[in-house]
């Protein structure tokens, strides 16, 4: 961007934050539409975010509950997306593309697991005094 006026800059930035932004909602909607575990995800998310609210005694502990739901949405978009490119490959089975899959699916189910953990504790320090 050498020589590039500050206007121009300005307006270089603004565009590629326009466009990045419309890919990211592209993005999402696909995961939405294609993705029935990214729908359930989603739904269980909106149940749980207004009773974060109500549960969470400290702001650290609303970031925590919002945040461990908002990973588990983030990790199955990458799943999804691995899965994606692995189907694109070819429909044939293969041993990498296998693993490829599995290891995505068992990201998902780590950030599931850390998502009970932490509702669980909090929800425990809560309660439990």
């Known amino acids: 961007m050498e020589g590039a006026t500050p206007a121009r800059r300005g307006g270089l930035v603004k565009r590629r934050l ?3 932004s419309r890919y990211s ?6 995961c939405f539409r294609h993705e029935e575990a990214f729908r359930t995800e989603l739904g269980i998310a909106l149940v749980l975010t ?13 970031v925590l509950l919002l945040g461990v739901m908002v990973l588990v949405l983030i990790v199955e978009l990458l799943n999804s997306a691995v899965e994606s490119v692995v189907d694109l490959h070819g429909s044939e089975r293969h041993e990498l593309a296998g693993r490829a899959k599995d290891q995505g699916s068992a990201a998902v189910m780590l950030s599931m697991a850390l998502c009970v953990l932490v509702w669980g ?3 425990w320090a809560r309660f439990a005094t």
């Open 25 to 30: 909602l592209q993005g999402l909607r696909a």
């Open 50 to 62: 207004p009773l974060a609210f109500l549960v969470a005694r400290t702001a650290l502990d609303l």
């Open 18 to 20: 326009f466009d990045a």
């Open 121 to 123: 504790g909090i929800l």
